[in-house]
């Protein structure tokens, strides 16, 4: 074999590794239902997959987990929205904060629903779902689970929503065109654009909290670096350099900061980056666990990550709760059997 060819081969292994890496978890409709709840496995003779109604929180105080978080951050509030196959193949989820209290959206068997988000006056998520039949549709519904509402319909996958900061639309990954791109649609009239037309593949967008910029990881000759597009120019620019690769960005509320997911380490790490680029500092390097989706508190309160002790094979996310101005202390909000992901805080006060 000559060095030419060596060096295309490694480089088709490196490219293969970044796409297992950055992208989620293999889809396993196999997966054995786990009945979880918040303080670990579920006993004997828990409700089916995907039961019509979600398990009820237990009377009383919140879980064991909810109160070691609360006492690490005392006076904390708020709703987190994540996905979970707790019950079956993946639904919306909310935990509520201090109650403790886990409320399942959406329901069904056949079906899963991913990556939720929440508009930006918390009264409406996007996620993407294949209750259509065949690949996932970016979908619509209301705060409690209510009146879903299709918004795309292709052939290819569309996932990944994030809405614009007026809430007037939604940023989508799809591979309409053979390699993921950026796609907006607009909610009044389902009018569909694309946003990005790059060599590379787009996916994972975020909106910056003013609505002027979209950050996302790009997949460069070897690996995905978080890149940033300014709506109106459509100038774009890199944020990341890490060696092994970047992905799921997430903005800071005031818009300053980026975090995102480091590839190069094994288990993954989040990292913090300035907005306009610039040398990151770690967030959470716990050599134990995998750590993935961050999202900021909408009043500078801590992070919510998941974090699990493997990727893919063997896979078991949690969610977890860290403070951005102590790096690598964090709680966890959830455990057992099963994967709690893609966490979200609902905006506002």
Not at 246 to 261: H, I, K, L, Q
Request: proline content about 10%; overall charge negative; hydrophobic content about 35%.
């Amino acid at each position: 074999m000559t060095p030419s060819t060596l060096m295309q081969v490694a480089a088709a292994v490196l490219v293969a590794a970044a796409l297992t890496t950055c992208g989620n978890a293999p889809r396993r409709d196999e997966r054995a239902p786990s009945g979880r709840g918040l303080d670990g496995p579920a006993a004997a003779g828990a409700p089916p997959a995907d039961a019509a109604a979600a398990p009820e929180p237990a009377a009383g105080s919140p879980p064991p987990l909810v109160t070691a978080a609360l006492d690490r951050f005392p006076g904390l509030s708020g709703t987190i929205l994540f996905q979970s196959d707790r019950v079956g193949r993946p639904k919306i989820f909310t935990l509520d904060l201090p109650s403790g209290r886990l409320t399942q959206l959406t329901h069904g068997v056949d079906h899963r629903d991913e990556e939720p988000a929440w508009s930006p006056d918390g009264t409406r998520i996007a996620f993407g779902s294949t209750r259509a039949g065949g690949d996932f549709d970016i979908w619509m519904m209301n705060a409690d689970g209510s009146n879903p509402v299709r918004l795309t319909d292709h052939d290819a996958n569309e996932e990944d929503p994030t809405w614009a900061a007026d809430g007037r639309s939604i940023v989508f990954t799809a591979a309409r065109d053979g390699r993921g791109e950026l796609y907006r649609v607009w909610i009044e009239d389902r009018r569909v654009e694309r946003v990005t037309n790059s060599v590379d593949r787009v996916i994972m967008p975020a909106v910056s909290p003013d609505g002027r910029s979209v950050a996302y990881a790009a997949q460069t000759i070897m690996n995905f670096q978080i890149h940033v597009l300014d709506f109106e120019t459509g100038a774009t620019r890199r944020i990341t350099g890490t060696p092994g690769g970047a992905c799921r960005p997430a903005w800071s509320t005031d818009g300053r900061e980026v975090a995102f997911v480091r590839l190069d380490t094994d288990p993954s790490r989040i990292e913090i980056v300035p907005a306009s680029g610039g040398p990151p500092r770690i967030l959470v390097n716990d050599r134990s666990l995998w750590s993935y989706y961050p999202d900021y508190h909408p009043q500078g309160g801590p992070m919510v990550i998941s974090v699990s002790p493997e990727h893919h094979e063997g896979e078991d996310w949690d969610l977890a709760l860290v403070d951005p101005a102590q790096p690598d202390v964090f709680v966890k909000l959830t455990e057992g059997a099963g994967n709690d992901r893609v966490p979200e805080w609902k905006p506002g006060k």
